[in-house]
């Protein structure tokens, strides 16, 4: 019979970047109340070392808007939810507003 392997010793699991990126872009989406009409989702690029998520979010945003203030939700979304899916500390979450939408211009967007 086989001796029994104590479970630190068995191994360890890693979670590659692109599914710690899938869980921020879903945890941007959840935190913004909505995203413009014809606005891209959000999109995450992040860096994982052992068990530390650095995290980069690039959004669109209606306009006007509390920009401060929804940036501030994403982050804290975003922590949150890789912090309690992925088991990662995230000490750093950017934000990146790639663009404004505003339902008052007739392209719909400001630049």
Sequence with gaps: MAAQVAPAER???RI???VVAKIAAHAAREALDTVPEDGAPPHATVSVHQDTARVRISLELGFPADIGAQCGAVRRQVTERVRTLAGMEVPEVAVLVERLHSADTDRGRIR
Excluded: S, Y
């Design 16 to 18: 590659a970047d692109r």
């Design 11 to 13: 191994g360890a699991t």
